[in-house]
């Protein structure tokens, strides 16, 4: 069956860098674009970035761009996204999500967490 | 994009059914046949419960329901049962890329 698993989450100060990894297995990984979406404390769920199947197109909400890189590996059947000048707003649950017809997340990972604080 | 939204809360006794709203714009909800819902249990993966408006994925039960109407989406949970008891979340396509709703904690009396 599919499964996503995030890591790499955890405490990190403002102006840090953290990269996150999702595992991906149980289904053709090159084939489907990739989301990572996360949750603030108490908020609800907020679209960060995409990556198309190949690689070859990204896309990022305003809150991260110029910040924030996604990436994959397709041999690795792995997603990343490298988050660089971490502020606290970017405190939040990371979510990986594979995506299909319509831009919907179909399948996500249980999530890591960030935590930027001084 | 501006976040869709939902009530903060809805609730029911068991065997009732409750809907919930999702409200965007033309751009989004209105634009496009592409609105999906999810449960979420807190520390768990969010569920694809509801995709393109109205179909359900393999394995969910027929107790949930999605429609739409112009702007506004909204999901159905017939017959409540205690499992229900979840924060529900819509999403629409926007264009390129997808907007969330705020969520709704659903609440079984």
């Known amino acids: 069956q599919v499964q996503l698993v995030e890591s790499g989450g955890g405490l990190v100060k403002p102006g840090g860098s953290l990269r996150l990894s999702c595992a991906a297995s149980g289904f053709s990984f090159s084939d489907y674009y990739m989301s990572w979406v996360r949750q603030a404390p108490g908020m609800g769920l907020e679209w960060v970035s995409y990556i198309s199947n190949s690689g070859s197109y990204t896309n990022y909400a305003d809150s991260v761009k110029g910040r924030f890189t996604i990436s994959r590996d397709n041999a690795k059947n792995s997603l990343y996204l490298q988050m660089n000048s971490l502020r606290a707003e970017d405190t939040a649950v990371y979510y990986c999500?594979?995506?299909?017809?319509?831009?919907?997340?179909?399948?996500w990972g249980q999530g890591t967490l960030v935590t930027v604080s001084s | 994009q501006s976040a869709l939204t939902q009530p903060p809360s809805a609730s029911g006794s068991p065997g009732q059914s409750v809907t919930i709203s999702c409200t965007g714009t033309s751009s989004d909800v209105g634009g496009y046949n592409y609105v999906s819902w999810y449960q979420h249990h807190p520390g768990k993966a969010p569920k694809l419960m509801i995709y393109e408006v109205s179909k359900r994925p393999s394995g969910v039960p027929d107790r949930f329901s999605g429609s739409k109407s112009g702007n506004t989406a909204s999901l159905t949970v017939s017959g409540l049962q205690a499992e229900d008891e979840a924060d529900y979340y819509c999403?629409?396509?926007?264009?390129?890329?997808?907007?969330f709703g705020g969520g709704t904690k659903l609440t079984v009396l």
């Open positions: 999403n629409s396509y926007a264009g390129s890329n997808s907007v």
């Open positions: 999500a594979r995506r299909i017809v319509g831009a919907t997340p179909d399948f």
